[in-house]
């Protein structure tokens, strides 16, 4: 398609647009009474319109029912939990048994660690990326000490070529090759929180599983962003915060993954409690922990409802459009914004860069080497929500459930006039 940088062209690409009418099933914050420009959904997702009634649903079971909500709300809340398997096993190419939601992502790090970080004497290192989200790196090293290792001899930290933005998956798979035999775990972001970049997962997956070692990804970034195939990709766990892509609210539940290799064992290392025990007989109280016969093995404690009803909420959503509808907005919308980035690199002499790769999904980062903060903060005051990372990075994510390619043009005008200032 040929692209103009023009509001009219913005325009006629929205009327053509398959998602245009999810727009106004999400809430725009506004600044000075005018909506915002929210290009800030891999941070924070917005709010869907149907996530109060479903935190309110909650509120008035509890309000009219008590202790019996546990069995009698509306969605009772003893296996609230399980309302997601199915839907969200779509959104990350899993089985439904293989899914499930619990806890927060880091947590949820913490507690997979258990069953697939198992270092010995031979096999003890873990294979990251460099520079990785630094609570990625925090649960890493803590992790390492735990179990009486030092992080310095133990994480390896996949590097970027000299001069280059991003990795190389060839790079990886020598890095894979070499400390294979010593590696026990592999964990990287799926895509880079950073620059945007979406790895080979398939690849990669594949050539660790080869070498013997377990295979996480981190997917805070991935989902609801990107096609999974968690299953048939063979990797062992995942998990992923759901509040940004996946417009859950600050800080609520976190999704996971367990290949369903590892269900119905009760000898896998792990860390226990009553909502993992088989649900038939979890009142029982018995002293012996039976495990769910699924990835809910692996849940904790009883299900912490109000913060799963905004994404239960829009995951309704994810599942009414599909992933396949929403990325073929994201490519369009995605590659609107990068022209528009060049359309005024080239009008104005700009001198800023796309750092994100060929392999991307809904993330542009955008290297301003001539300018700095002042152009982030220019943005933000006239009414474009873009997100600023050190050393010199805005990232901009025009996330196409409610993002429109008017925005996108609109974006482009402001960010000219800070450009100029
Ligand atoms: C956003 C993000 C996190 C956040 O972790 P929480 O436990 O939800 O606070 C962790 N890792 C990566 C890669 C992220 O992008």
Known sequence: MKFENTLAFAQSLDEKDAL???????????????????FVGNSLGLQPDNAQDY????????????????FY?????????????????????????????????????????????????KRFKIICEEKAFPSDQYMLASQVRFHGYDPKE???????????????????????????????LLLIGGVNYYTGQVFDMKTITAAAKTKGM????????????????????????????????????????????????YHGLSDIPRFEGWWGHNKKERFLMAPEFVPEP????WQISNAPVLSMAPYLA????????????????????????????????????????????????????????????????????NGVYVDWREPNVIRLAPVPLYCSFEDVYRFGEVLKKALEN
């Open 294 to 297: 699924d990835a809910n093995a």
């Open 154 to 184: 133990v994480i390896v930290a996949l590097k970027k070529r000299e001069g280059e933005y991003n990795f190389r998956t060839e790079d990886i798979l020598n890095t894979i090759e070499t400390v294979g035999d010593e590696a026990a």
């Open 55 to 70: 935190v309110n649903e909650i509120m008035m079971d509890w309000r009219n029912l008590g202790v019996e909500g546990h």
């Open 314 to 381: 829009s995951l309704e959503i994810f599942d009414e459009v599909g992933m396949e509808t929403l990325i073929e907005k994201r490519d369009l919308i995605v590659s609107y914004l990068e022209f528009v980035l060049n359309a005024i690199g080239n009008e104005i002499e700009g001198d800023f860069e796309v750092i994100t790769p060929a392999e991307r999904g809904t993330q542009l980062s955008v290297f301003l080497h001539g300018y700095g903060k002042k152009v982030f903060h220019y943005l933000m005051e």
């Open 214 to 261: 377990f295979v996480g990804w981190d997917l805070a970034h991935a989902v609801g962003n990107i096609k999974l195939q968690l299953h048939d990709w063979n990797v062992d766990f995942a998990a992923w915060c759901s509040y940004k892509y996946m417009n859950s609210g600050p800080g609520s539940a976190s999704g996971y993954f367990v290949n369903e290799r």
């Open 20 to 38: 245009k009418s999810y727009r106004s099933r999400f809430h725009f914050p506004k600044l000075e009474g005018k909506q915002v420009i929210y």
């Open 73 to 121: 709300a509306e969605k009772p809340w003893w296996d609230y939990h399980e309302r997601f398997s199915e839907k969200l096993s779509k959104v990350v190419g899993a089985k439904p048994s293989e899914v499930s939601v619990m806890n927060t992502l880091t947590v949820n790090l913490h507690l997979l660690m258990t069953s697939f970080y198992r270092p010995t004497s």
